[in-house]
């Protein structure tokens, strides 16, 4: 018998791969009963089970040894606000609980060696405290970080230089936009962003989860519209957006688009939401969104390259040109198997230069 299994990651490795646990019991070679109660923690399995999971999980039995708790699904899983679907499946929300609890072991396992020294904060600002106001919410975090007036630079470099973590991921496949982990012990706030989607829907995705971090200390049944309120507020400042939107038609929301890095339906739904476009004219473009099907897909010459995460990979960097790690002993560090590696992360893709006002520091 194995010293010490988490009952909670036996299910986790099977969520991750999508399997009902019928089907993982028939791959493993056990009866069901038996499957229920080890991800119960009622039994303790056999070294035999482990090595079989292992294979069928496509995991190293070194993950199940793990003692880190295992976190239930997020409050708040985020569609972008133009999109009908909102409700995620069981099968879904499953591998999204795995893909986000494998990539918090992954953090607090490099957290061990290295230490992330934010150099500002992300302040906690409750819409109650302003009265509902969300555009000052907004213009506060913005005036915190020393944002200059106009787009935003780089909404990710100003989230890790105050204390969050961002990380680029398909969320297990599914078609949710983001997520955020804000009240895990010893680790500061993550938000997780699909990867595959559009860099504006990213960015506007990333504002959202921002908002949830700032605003939303507990749920409420407002959090959803509070946060994409905030993210069109922090990425489109009003006072300005009167201006930039004044008589706008689709050329003139196809050539602000690239300057401030959010969608077309971005930019006409916030001037048509403060009155900056009146109805009329709002219910006009949005026609002719759907004749061009610029809904669907916007135009591709319009596209901009996402915002690059520095912070992990900035920890990997650490273990493996700083500690000096083989990629076989980097992945024993996660529990992965080496070819595992580019599954999860990007090793080609860190940046040149960290962004400014990152630091990261060795642990001694």
């Known amino acids: 018998m194995p010293e010490y299994v988490n009952s909670g990651l036996l299910r986790i490795a099977r969520e991750r791969k999508g399997f009902p646990q019928g089907e993982a019991a028939e791959r493993i070679g056990v009866q069901q009963g038996n499957l229920s109660r080890y991800e119960t923690g009622t039994a303790i399995p056999s070294d035999d089970f482990l090595k079989k999971a292992a294979l069928v999980y496509e995991l190293p039995v070194s993950f199940f040894e793990q003692a880190d708790p295992v976190l239930g699904a997020p409050v708040s899983v985020h569609a972008p ?10 099968k879904e929300m499953g591998q999204i609980i795995a893909d986000f609890n494998i990539r918090v072991l992954h953090i607090r396992r490099m957290m061990e060696a290295v230490e992330f020294a934010p150099q500002s904060n992300i302040p906690k600002l409750e819409p109650e405290d302003y009265d509902g106001n969300i555009e000052r919410i907004a213009s506060l975090i913005r005036s915190h970080w020393l944002v200059p007036s106009g787009p935003f630079p780089n909404l990710t470099a100003s989230i890790e230089n105050a204390g969050g973590i961002v990380i680029h991921t398909s969320l297990g496949g599914s078609d949710v936009s983001g997520l955020t982990i804000k009240e895990v012990p010893g680790l500061p706030p993550i938000i997780l962003i699909n990867k595959d989607q559009p860099a504006d829907r990213m960015r506007f995705t990333l504002a959202h989860e921002l908002g949830h971090i700032v605003m939303h200390k507990f749920p409420n049944s407002d959090m ?68 061009n099907r610029i809904k669907m897909r916007e135009p591709p010459e319009l596209d901009f390259e996402p915002e690059i995460p520095g912070v992990i990979s900035r920890m990997i960097n650490l273990h493996l040109e700083t500690f000096g790690y083989s990629m076989i002993e980097f992945a024993n560090i996660l529990r992965l198997h080496e070819y595992q590696l580019p599954q999860f992360y990007d090793l080609k893709n860190a940046p040149e230069k960290p962004a400014m006002g990152l630091r990261l520091r060795v642990v001694k």
Do not use: C
Not at 84 to 90: D, F, L, R, T
């Open 224 to 291: 959803e519209k509070q946060a994409n309120e905030f993210a069109s507020a922090l990425l489109m400042p009003i006072a300005e957006m009167e201006t930039a939107l004044f008589d706008a038609d689709l050329p003139r929301l196809a050539a602000l688009k690239p300057e401030w890095k959010v969608s077309m339906q971005a930019l006409l739904y916030r001037g048509e939401e403060r009155g900056i476009i009146p109805k009329s004219k709002a219910s006009y473009l949005w026609r002719q969104f759907n004749i």
């Open 81 to 90: 606000m133009w999109r009908k679907k909102q409700s995620v499946g069981g």
